[in-house]
């Protein structure tokens, strides 16, 4: 197997239908299908409440800087079992082409948007956003991502297919897990571990490669402030639901090895290690 053909391999091992939809549903969706951080308010905030207010968020940001202009067509890149993506067809109406590796995510998903009346409005296509069809070429008025794109071997391949696909005056919205620029190495081991992640990132170094595919007027709005959140609450997840994700196929092991890396992200001093954020770009 090549390079490519090894990193695909890992990231649908790492949200396997046998134990990683058990275990994210869970441990970032509390029960929804949802794979993303979430944006919490106070410390009454539930999960679901946060991950949605991150959507929410991302949404609100991309639509100011769409011109006034309608959306009727959005690609969601990394797009996982499609909760974010039901959203977005709930909310505008558009039709959304769902991007992802996984096929039980593309099952999930249209089951979900049948039960949710959204059918006519969700497709699924399976592969790598960094190589999306030729057809697709100036199709869409928003390219959108939740936490996908820190998996991408070639983040500049990802984002010039980002800006192919983008109509003129598209907008690309996504919200990614970053390093820190000050980040010392060996302690990024800690979620590199448990996440098929090859290719870190810093925020400038995102923005470096948006703009060399072509994007000119790019955003960043820092939310790493929520992290420490995220991981206190994805911590308690396992502890509370360990015996029940065990029953579901989840391996014990993956359970203590997850929940190691998430006490060493706690320990963290917010932003010395991992940094979260949005990315607005036009």
């Not at 969700?122 to 190589?131: K, N, P, Y």
């Not at 897990?177 to 870190?200: C, D, G, H, M």
């Not at 359970?255 to 320990?267: G, H, P, Q, V």
Request: charged share 20%; with cysteine.
């Amino acid at each position: 197997m090549n390079a490519c053909t090894l990193h695909h391999k890992a990231i649908r091992e790492q949200y396997s239908e046998t134990a990683g939809t058990a275990f994210y549903r869970s441990v970032m969706g509390d029960g929804a299908p949802v794979i993303h951080y979430g944006i919490y308010a106070s410390p009454f905030t539930t999960m679901r409440e946060a991950t949605e207010a991150a959507t929410r968020q991302l949404l609100r940001n991309a639509l100011a800087r769409i011109d006034g202009r309608g959306i009727n067509a959005i690609v969601d890149l990394g797009a996982g079992p499609g909760g974010s993506a039901h959203l977005l067809a709930r909310e505008l109406g558009a039709k959304v082409a769902c991007v992802d590796l996984c096929e039980h995510h593309h099952r999930e998903n249209s089951a979900m948007a049948h039960e949710l009346g959204l059918a006519h409005l969700i497709q699924t296509w399976m592969g790598s956003f960094e190589s999306l069809p030729e057809a697709w070429s100036q199709s869409f008025d928003l390219a959108w991502s939740q936490e996908a794109l820190c998996h991408a071997q070639d983040k500049c391949a990802a984002f010039r297919e980002a800006r192919r696909v983008l109509r003129e005056g598209g907008v690309f919205a996504f919200s990614d897990i970053l390093l820190s620029a000050s980040s010392p190495t060996k302690e990024a081991e800690a979620f590199r571990q448990v996440n098929a992640v090859t290719q870190w990132s810093t925020a400038a170094e995102h923005i470096r490669d948006l703009t060399a595919a072509g994007f000119g007027e790019i955003t960043h709005i820092d939310w790493t402030e929520h992290l420490h959140e995220n991981f206190v609450r994805m911590k308690w997840q396992i502890q509370q639901h360990r015996e029940q994700l065990i029953s579901e196929g989840v391996a014990s092991d993956l359970l203590d090895r997850f929940s190691d890396s998430l006490t060493k992200r706690i320990e963290w001093v917010p932003g010395s290690v991992l940094e979260w954020g949005a990315f607005l770009c036009r």
